[in-house]
């Protein structure tokens, strides 16, 4: 069976500085590319938000104004959903192939692995409840450290 891959965005706690620098990558990659030849939104876009994000930053750097501010986060904003979109395309046109998503400059989430089988619930103990017909169990959580649904 073919692992299908999802694109993974990156952009958790980026800089604007490294905002402007993944969204020229992306273009970089992209532009020439058989496999990508019409991407949404457009490599002209994408650049031009880069632009606009740059200079909102430089101004930021500069002055340091509450406008400038401003702009930066919308600028920000503007080339985050512009990056999003482009994950969607390269996502749809890929079709979760893992070589065609890294030719678009975005990494892949990989897959979780199964942790295997859990130990038996340690100081297993029950209680009546007031409901008829139901029990509520207690327990010890376990020791695995994977382990989230037992603590």
């Not at 999003?84 to 892949?108: N, R, T, W």
Request: aromatic share 4%; proline share 6%.
């Amino acid at each position: 069976m073919k692992t299908t891959y999802t694109v993974k965005l990156g952009l958790t706690g980026l800089t604007p500085t490294d905002l402007v620098k993944k969204g020229r990558n992306h273009v970089t990659m992209m532009t020439g590319s058989l496999l990508y030849t019409t991407p949404v939104p457009s490599l002209a876009t994408i650049t031009a938000a880069c632009d606009r994000l740059d200079a909102a930053n430089q101004a930021v750097l500069f002055n340091g104004g509450k406008l400038a501010y401003t702009e930066r986060d919308e600028a920000d904003k503007e080339l985050r959903d512009l990056i999003k979109e482009l994950a969607g395309y390269v996502q749809a046109v890929s079709k979760g192939d893992k070589p065609q998503v890294q030719d678009g400059a975005f990494d892949v989430v990989e897959p979780g692995e199964p942790i295997g089988e859990l130990p038996p619930p340690q100081a297993l103990g029950n209680r009546l409840t007031t409901m008829r017909g139901r029990v509520a169990l207690d327990w010890a959580g376990c020791t695995v450290r994977a382990c989230t649904r037992c603590t």
